[in-house]
């Protein structure tokens, strides 16, 4: 059942998936995981430098955005992987985010969930697929390459090609089983998305 105080609480971005009762220790986590994120992050760059992230090689070469796309900026994400229990495993539902402008995650500036999708405050949005993926490191979810399949709106996601997501922290499924078919689970992460344009 959905908890409202717990959506009220935890702000985060609505989707269609409800969102796990234990709200004190996803808080817990997620603060733990932002400061994790912020004490180690090696590739970080303020979000005005407009910089691409520094990727491990050759691990993570297959990253590499194509030739003549440039970041256009970056956001700081801050939330949680959402996960449902078949029975065997847990099965991917959804991201559930909201996007900051620095890695103190001032300046909130959107949020991203289901598609995967990233929305900024204006409404503009951006959806994209999968491309490749890298795991560099083995307690938190891949580092991401991410093509757009489509845009809406004007605003910062207008005219974006790609998307790289890195220096992520948490967010893997749950070790113990689920209590029943069918319950989710919140798993806090953070992460920096990089958003490129082209540039001819």
């Not at 992050?41 to 430098?49: K, L, Y």
Request: charged share 20%; with cysteine.
């Amino acid at each position: 059942m959905k908890d409202k105080n717990n959506d009220k609480v935890m702000n985060y971005p609505k989707t269609n998936h409800s969102y796990s009762s234990r709200c004190l220790p996803v808080l817990v986590t997620l603060g733990a995981l932002a400061l994790q994120a912020f004490a180690s992050i090696s590739g970080a760059r303020a979000s005005e430098d407009n910089r691409a992230p520094d990727l491990p090689s050759p691990l993570c070469d297959r990253l590499q955005v194509q030739p003549g796309n440039r970041v256009a900026f970056h956001v700081y994400a801050l939330g949680v992987q959402i996960y449902r229990w078949n029975g065997a495993s847990w099965d991917f539902v959804a991201p559930s985010a909201r996007l900051f402008a620095d890695a103190e995650y001032h300046g909130e500036v959107g949020i991203h969930y289901a598609g995967p999708t990233w929305e900024s405050n204006s409404g503009g949005k951006v959806i994209a697929s999968r491309l490749e993926s890298c795991a560099p490191e083995p307690t938190a979810i891949a580092w991401l390459l991410l093509q757009k399949v489509s845009t809406e709106g004007p605003g910062i996601f207008d005219h974006v090609t790609y998307i790289q997501r890195v220096n992520t922290a948490g967010g893997l499924p749950p070790s113990n089983p689920g209590p029943f078919v069918g319950a989710e689970e919140d798993v806090p992460y953070t992460a920096e998305y990089y958003f490129y344009r082209d540039q001819h």
